[in-house]
């Protein structure tokens, strides 16, 4: 398992998000600083079980979908989500440090739920089932994506 990539989820990414204006745009999109910070929480859910969404590719495009993500290659800038509305959704949280401890509670489960049952799988709608370390490259890849949209990693 990638040490770096958990110590990343963990620690790095909400300290950087820490350190954003909640209005702050990116160098691309439309989300705002905390709309990213919401996002990111829902991407958790996702991989933590608390949220469930059905596939929405083909298994053919799914398996193709799950071998870029076991690459190093980065998401493009405007990948399109399918799942995600043109416009970003309304803030859920009051503040910026609400929108935070979501997050930081968000990846505290999702670390909470493998530790309790390390042979778990959960189907992420795009890259299909997955288990711990694959949850891991793929969160790795989302927060790297928004913390290069926001100006850090260029």
């Keep these: 398992m990638n040490e770096q990539k ?3 989820l963990k ?10 204006k909640p209005e702050q745009k990116g160098k691309w999109g439309k989300m ?10 829902y991407a958790f859910r996702l991989a933590n079980g608390k949220h469930v969404e059905k596939p929405v590719y083909s298994p053919e495009i799914t398996q193709k979908m799950h071998q870029f993500m076991m690459t190093e290659k980065p998401f493009r800038e405007n990948t399109p989500n399918q799942l995600l509305s043109d416009e970003p959704y309304a803030l859920k949280n009051r503040s910026m440090a609400e929108a935070i401890a979501e997050l930081r509670s968000e990846i505290d489960h999702f670390f909470q739920v493998y530790a309790e049952r390390s042979e778990l799988r959960m189907v992420n709608p795009f890259f299909g089932n997955l288990n711990f370390e694959e949850q891991v490259q793929l969160l ?3 927060a790297a994506h928004h913390a290069k949209q926001f100006g850090w990693m260029d």
């Design 140 to 142: 790795h890849k989302h």
């Design 6 to 8: 958990i110590k990343f």
């Design 32 to 41: 705002n600083a905390q709309q990213m910070v919401e996002h990111m929480s």
């Design 11 to 20: 620690a790095d990414f909400p300290m950087f998000v820490s350190s954003l």
